[in-house]
Structure formats: C-alpha cells, structure tokens
C-alpha cells in the first residue's frame, strides 16, 4: 500500500487561504488590490469601486464561465503571472448557478439541492489550488438568534445547508469592519477573532484580534515573511 507522507512545515507552500465578509460598500472587492499580483474572478454587477487600478478580470455569467475561469488558473501558462486569485463574490457566484439552475429545474428545491453540492465542490476546488493565494468574499448574513437575544453576523448565500457550512471551508475567516478614531476618521480593519456577534478565526495564531486591511500584509503575517 502506497502512503504519501508530508509535513506541516510546508502547508504554507500552497498559498494563503481566506474568507473575507462585510455588508455592501464596506470594501471586500477593494482589497482584492492589496493582494500580491491579483485576478480578480467577478459575478458583480461592477467593478467602479477599482477604476484607476489596473486589475486582471475574468467576468462569469454561468457555470460554464466559472469552470472555464478555473481551468485557465490551474492550467495556462498565463496564469503563472498571478500570485492571488480573488472570487468576488462567492456569493454572487453562488446566484449566478441558482439563477441557472433554476431555469433547468422544474422543482425549485432541486435547483437548491444542486447549488449545494455544485458551490460546495467550487469552493473547494479553487481553495485547494496549489501555489497561489485565495481571497474569497462573501455577502454578509444578519441571523437573530431569538433564544439567546444575539444577532450574529457571517457568510451569507443562498441556500440554507451551504449557508450553515460555509465558515467551515476556511481555516482564515475575516470580518471587514469600520472603526473611528478620536478625530473623526474612518478607517477599515479585519476582525480576525469570533466574538457573540461575529463569525470570525484565525487558525494561524499569527494575526490580532484587529489587523489592517491589507492582503499583503496578512499573507505576509500568516507565512512569517517581512515585506
């Protein structure tokens, strides 16, 4: 019997993997441009958040679009330019195939029962892509929880199975918040550790409970590597 043996030492090696969620506007597809050499994978209406700054686009309006945009990244040569690809939004995306599905469907409940298997077998393909960073973004759910009188905030889409597993996926979830300093300024940061509202970890250990909002710099943080 063949065993293939490696080490924890080297899972840094197959790129930083993480889960960033936020309400709308707060900036999920702005940090795709502080990732190191980014593509960014888009089912968004727009992308006038990023206009000035030169980031690849692939556009996927189908699952076919989303397949062929994983066979380009794990097997053209160009994809070599790349050092982080960015799906934004996993959410979106997940619409998309509903929208699709749907349409194949004549029971709606199968079109959701394919979405959860098909976006699930998404996720995992593009996360376990060797050699490359993942930044996934996801709309953010609002779930009260009546018994306990605590609204908790995490990754939303649609579906309630997927829903429910989506964190699970990850070892790296964020929430992108905004704080407010004493004069008044605005600023974004990355929650990095779960509290009673929000579904957040770092299974790293290399990142506080608030890191700025930066790509680079997290990636850098969790692979022990200065810029």
Sequence with gaps: MAVKIT???DSGTTGVKVLVHSPAGIGKTVLCATAPK????????GLLSLAGIDVPVIEVTSAKDVDDAYDFLTSSKE?????TICLDSISEIAEVLLIEYKKQEKDPRAAYGRLNDDIATTIRSFRDIKGK??????????VVDDDIKVTRYLPGMPGKTTL?????FFDEVFALRLGKLEDGTIYRFLQTYP????????RSGKLPPQTKADL???FNRILNKKE
């Design 133 to 142: 960073h993942v930044y996934f973004t996801a709309k953010q759910q609002r």
């Design 216 to 218: 680079t710099d997290v």
């Design 38 to 45: 980014p593509i960014i994978i888009s089912a968004e209406a």
């Design 7 to 9: 080490s924890t030492k």
């Design 195 to 202: 509290d009673l509202n929000y579904d957040c970890k770092d």
């Design 164 to 168: 429910n597993a989506m964190s699970f």
């Design 79 to 83: 994809a070599d330019n790349y050092e």
